[in-house]
């Protein structure tokens, strides 16, 4: 079966209907069904809090992957009907940050490409790059997960080129000094 209709145009009333049945519709999305809370003009804040708790009881793993998929959603529906700081805004964003350093080192992916963070979106709306999946690393992707605790894989390189150059250097100055020439 198919729910056949966006949920961003549901009731609340839909909405229980449809998370209680959501096994039965092939077409259920989880992420849509979260980012259709924040979208959803027809609920009033209480309703959009009230959907986000029962959703909650159902799909509470999916939702806290959501800070890997997609951050912006998550910071979003976490948000709904709070009054944040500045600081308030940045603690949370690390934590969510804290949050997907965890999740990536407890499910030991070789990678980081999900969500938003495998298509490209420079956020120009004439670009005819958007929405298109690109590879870990390429060079038209804007958004890369980093973390403090990275490597940066150029550093070795440079340090060792730092070094052969600081002994060319001391055998050149040595020279110099006793007068070789």
Not at 69 to 93: C, M, N, S, V
Not at 116 to 139: A, F, V, W
Not at 148 to 158: P, T, V
Request: proline share 1%; hydrophobic share 30%; aromatic share 12%.
């Amino acid at each position: 079966m198919e729910i056949g209709q966006k949920f961003n145009k549901l009731t609340l009333k839909e909405y229980f209907f449809y998370i209680d049945n959501y096994k039965k519709y092939t077409d259920f999305n989880t992420l849509g069904l979260y980012r259709s809370i924040i979208e959803n003009d027809k609920l009033h804040l209480a309703d959009k809090i009230e959907v986000r708790e029962y959703a909650h009881k159902i799909f509470k793993n999916t939702f806290d992957f959501l800070q890997l998929k997609d951050p912006k959603t998550y910071f979003d529906i976490t948000t709904i009907g709070q009054e944040l700081t500045k600081a308030d805004e940045r603690q949370l964003w690390n934590n969510i940050i804290d949050n997907q350093q965890k999740i990536l080192a407890d499910k030991k992916f070789g990678y980081r490409n999900f969500g938003d963070y495998s298509k490209h979106n420079c956020g120009y709306e004439t670009c005819p790059l958007n929405g298109l999946m690109i590879r870990q690393g390429s060079t038209i992707s804007e958004a890369h997960m980093t973390f403090n605790s990275d490597k940066n894989k150029y550093a070795a390189k440079d340090k060792s080129d730092r070094r052969k150059t600081d002994r060319k250097n001391e055998k050149e100055i040595i020279r110099a000094i006793i007068g070789i020439g």
